[in-house]
């Protein structure tokens, strides 16, 4: 036990966070858990106990408080890594409330370079998004496909998120490897842990399950007269266990100085497009039942097309998708039914 790699990991009570923990502690590491639970539950740090038979250490703090920070890191010695996954994650409340976005992404991003760099703590797995190339121009998207302009505030966070890493780790004594996940998706087979969306859902699988549920009445789909084969936007969604699995690889890699350069980034996705009608269809397939959904008109800044080139992820990190649509759809389904044990719709 003593001698247990020790990775602390922001943001770990939340969708993606959760399962890495998971997935952490299952690979042999040991887990500290910062987290402000604005947007968690601490439920989720019994359920991690639950399916591990370990409770990790937990912090509730807030990055902004770089007091509390430095006081985190002084008690958490022999740190191996971080993982920065905390950060506000709603595109469209991004655009309304740019300071507040800027704020909380950049600031505690930067909070923890200079509190890692004051205790020595050298390696860094960063949260980004598909979002950093913006409307891409040529598909599948490649690590090296030149950014376009951000569409939302939450896109530029993660670009310059990238970029002040990036300049950092040119200089100083810090690796990074940065994620860009595409379409996080699913849960835990297990259904003790999934995503807990506050209020309307904005994603599609969480609003497709909240309508199964019958907690909202139909799904809307954003559009269906795209340039794609159905007219619906293709995505590349990602298993979440899967995407958690990247995280501790990449841990794995930083601790055994198997990286090859200071700053490195990967694609993390299938690789594979699916249609938000393909999506509907194996979700009612594989669950048996039908769900009420019509066509609307299109969502501004919505790309048609997003997926990704996976090879630098397979070559290089050896990490690969290795769950698809019907563990998505189930997993998900799942999941929902549990947050809602005497539904009688269910
Ligand atoms: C969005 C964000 C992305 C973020 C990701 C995960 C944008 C431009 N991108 O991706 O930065 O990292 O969420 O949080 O906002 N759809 C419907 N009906 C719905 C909901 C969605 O048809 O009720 C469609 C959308 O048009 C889209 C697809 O489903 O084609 C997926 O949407 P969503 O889950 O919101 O993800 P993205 O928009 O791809």
């Not at 950060?87 to 740019?98: D, I, L, M, T």
């Not at 980034?265 to 699916?274: E, P, R």
């Not at 009608?277 to 790309?303: C, M, V």
Request: aromatic share 8%; proline share 4%.
């Amino acid at each position: 036990m003593g001698n247990k790699q020790k990775i602390l990991v922001t943001g770990g009570l939340g969708y993606i966070g959760s399962h890495t923990v998971v997935a952490l502690i299952q690979a042999g590491y040991e887990v500290v858990i910062l987290d402000d639970l604005s947007n968690s539950s601490l439920m989720i740090l019994d359920r991690i106990e639950q399916i591990t038979g370990v409770r990790p250490s937990f912090y509730q703090i807030n990055l902004l408080d770089k007091k509390q920070l430095y006081a985190i890191f002084s008690d958490e010695t022999d740190l191996s890594a971080v993982i920065h996954f905390a950060a506000f994650k709603a595109v469209g409340e991004s655009v309304r409330e740019p300071v507040k976005y800027f704020t909380n992404n950049l600031v505690s991003l930067l909070h923890l370079l200079e509190v890692m760099d004051h205790f020595q703590v050298t390696n860094l797995v960063f949260s980004s998004s598909a979002t950093v190339y913006g409307d891409a121009r040529e598909l599948p998207v490649k690590e090296s496909t030149p950014f376009q302009k951000a569409l939302s505030s939450y896109g530029s966070t993660k670009q310059m998120g990238e970029e002040i890493l990036e300049k950092t780790a040119a200089v100083k004594d810090i690796q990074v490897i940065s994620l860009r996940y595409f379409n996080p998706v699913g849960a835990h087979d297990s259904a003790w842990i999934g995503e807990l969306p506050n209020g309307v859902p904005n994603n599609l699988m969480p609003y497709i399950t909240q309508v199964a549920a019958g907690l909202r009445p139909s799904l809307t789909v954003f559009g269906n007269d795209y340039d794609t084969p159905d007219g619906t936007c293709v995505r590349d969604y990602i298993h979440v266990v899967d995407l958690a699995k990247a995280h501790v690889k990449s841990c794995g890699r930083l601790i055994d100085k198997k990286n090859r350069d200071s700053f490195e980034v990967f694609n993390i996705g299938t690789g594979k497009g699916l249609s938000v009608l393909e999506i509907i269809h194996a979700f009612e397939k594989q669950n048996q039942l039908s769900l009420k959904y019509e066509i609307g008109p299109r969502r501004s800044g919505d790309s048609p097309a997003m997926y990704a080139d996976v090879t630098r992820a397979k070559e290089i990190l050896r990490w690969e998708a290795e769950l698809g649509l019907t563990e998505i759809v189930t997993s998900a389904w799942k999941w929902e039914q549990t947050l809602h044990p005497h539904n009688t719709c269910l």
